[in-house]
């Protein structure tokens, strides 16, 4: 690992970000086709945030707005029934 | 879409508490989501989102309509979880745990009810894995990785949801990705 620049790690993440130029991200590419640490580390990032999105689907529970509509401030809601 | 909830908000600021009926329905999943995704317990995430909103509704006021609603509403849920984050802090790692055990019970009654298919069951053990260790994660790169990864929303978004620097965002992402890499990489 001591072999390795210390920026690519950071172009690891300005990659994942989108937002690595052209030039270095052929330099990143090219690194990680010859150094298995590297391509091994970020081959973990990416499955990291693979797993983390495929957490993503959770719903509010059923009654969620009617508990939200009971709790507002009485006052208002007599200015909506008089509306 | 934008247009739709300028309208509900400005029938909102005159009174009209069914459009804000609306926006709850609108918005109510991607609010629970966040912070059930960042507190790791079902009640505690529905008190937080319902509280997210009835503060909205209360300062709806203070809104200006011209900005984006998600994004006010972000920062309300938000700073509420983070809150709530910081008061339990003491016992932390209890909390993560005690979370993820209910998580894991929680699925493991589904799959006693409708009897899924082990590798279903394997999905929802390896979820409640994953969401332990997102709550592993320090609060300040928890909420980051948790509106990029799981709310989908940009780093702008997010920058200006917890009215940070892009550049912060940025550093808090990569910190929370490392520590996710090395926290799920055996998974």
Redesign the interface.
Known sequence: MNKCPEHIVQYMHEYLDGDLEKEREKELKAHLQNCKECYQQFHELEKAIALVQSTSHISAPNDFTQRVMNSLPKEKKTISWNR | MEELIRKRIKQIKK????A??EI??LF??K???LV??MIGNSHEA?DI??EA??RA??NINSFDVNRKFSTWLYRIATNLTIDRIRKKKPDYYLDAEVAGTEGLTMYSQVAADIALPEEEVETME??GE??RQ?LKLPDKYRSV?VLK??D?LS?IEISEILEIPVGTV?TR??RG??A??Q???H?
């Open positions: 009174g009209d508490q069914d804000f009926a709850v329905e109510k999943d609010i629970y989501q059930y995704r529905e989102a319902q909103f009835i509704y209360i390896l979820q994953i969401q997102i990785i990864y799981i989908e780093l940025k992402i990569h990705r490392e996710l890499r926290q799920l990489r998974v």
